[in-house]
Nanobody, 126 residues
Framework: QVQLVESGGGLVQAGGSLRLSCAASGRTFSNNGMGWFRQAPGKEREFVSA????????YYADSVKGLFTISRDNAKNAVYLQMNSLKPEDTAVYYCAASKAVVGSVLRVATSYDYWGQGTQVTVSS
């Protein structure tokens, strides 16, 4: 069992930055691939970024590639999402998720994830 708690969301102006954190409980954190997804009002949840169990492989949605950076610290049971050059269209609830898959393109798919956090709101004003 893995429990996930996101933090770091908030209100920021366009062009600004935020760093999301996801704290995980459970001894198996280092066995999980981790991902970030987001859901804007009236839209479906979409993939943002993911990272392999070891942290050596990362995945990004085309819309955030080069702007967002995912990382993890297995010693701290944490995963992070550094978001730079934010745009109003990045406004959404951001969710952290843990998958029993450790690496691979399956980490881009929401149904590959077994555990989800409660989400943190990110609002980007124009």
């Amino acid at each position: 069992q893995v429990q996930l708690v996101e933090s770091g969301g908030g209100l920021v102006q366009a062009g600004g930055s935020l760093r999301l954190s996801c704290a995980a409980s459970g001894r198996t954190f280092s066995n999980n691939g981790m991902g970030w997804f987001r859901q804007a009002p009236g839209k479906e949840r979409e993939f943002v970024s993911a990272i392999s169990r070891s942290g050596s492989t990362t995945y990004y949605a085309d819309s955030v590639k080069g702007l967002f950076t995912i990382s993890r610290d297995n010693a701290k049971n944490a995963v992070y999402l550094q978001m730079n050059s934010l745009k109003p269209e990045d406004t959404a609830v951001y969710y952290c998720a843990a998958s029993k898959a450790v690496v691979g393109s399956v980490l881009r798919v929401a149904t590959s994830y077994d555990y989800w956090g409660q989400g943190t709101q990110v609002t980007v004003s124009s």
